[in-house]
Every structure is written in C-alpha cells, then in structure tokens.
C-alpha cells in the first residue's frame, strides 16, 4: 500500500487492516502520534486524513491509501498558518503539562480552527464543544481554552 504522510508517499508492505497509528509510528517511524487509549476515546492519536481528523488508533491504513495524512510533524512545522498560531498559543499559554495528549489536543485545535468561518472568533462553548474527545489527564482545559482562542485571533 502506498501513504502519502506529510506530503512524502510512503510504501507500506503490513496488513491492511493494522491501526495507522502503528503504521505511523513504528513502519514509517514517526513517534509524534501518540496511543492513549486504543479505543477512539481519549485523542492521543488524533491525525488528520484529507483535512478531517480521525482517530489513527482505530483507522485501519486502507482507510488512508490514496488520502493526504497529515501528523503533528508536519502541522506544527510552520508551513501551515493555522498550524503555527496553533503552536504558538500553546507555547505562550504555557499549555503542557505532562505533554502526553498536545499532539491529539494541537490536531484537533488546527482541524476545528480550519472549519471555522474566516474571522469568526469561536465561543468558549463551541471550542469545548470541538476538544470534547481529547481528554488531558493534567487538567489543563482552561489553558487548551485560552490558546485556541488565541490562535483563532491570530488567523482572523
């Protein structure tokens, strides 16, 4: 099977029905990724398939062949605008605590900031709507809060 990871084409010789997520990390060897959960529950792995993100722990990679896969490395490489608001926030916000789940948190602050209308500011309710799935065990919501918000000013 061939994945196009980063905007770089992959060839994946594995058992089609394997979670991406292990595709990821341990054929192509990129660690940013990370298992939480194994069920779709927490958002640890959290990646973004043709722009949407997806669950890579439960997508089997013939769900992804022939799609663009994007990973935190790449989302947070500065390339992207939203990526790099995103990325900026949280480091101004001070936002990590333990770390384990901001690559999952970060994937999904880009995907909801990139379906939000041009300069349309998201209330409070609407980002704790779009971080729902993405649990952090260090409880830092209020932090997460303040930089999507952040970003979301930074990109209108």
Known sequence: MKLIVNNREFAIDADPAMPLLWALRDVIGLTGTKFGCGAA???ACTVHL???P???CITPISEAEGKKLTTIEAATDGSDRVGAA???AWLKHDVAQCGYCQSGQI???IAFLKSQPRGKAPT???IDAAMDGN???CGTYARIRAAVADAA???A
């Open 54 to 56: 997806v669950r890579s």
């Open 135 to 137: 649990i952090c065990r």
């Open 86 to 88: 995103v990325h900026a």
């Open 153 to 155: 000013r930074t990109i």
């Open 50 to 52: 043709d722009g949407q």
């Open 107 to 109: 994937m999904s602050a």
């Open 41 to 43: 529950q927490c958002g």
């Open 124 to 126: 409070t309710a609407e």
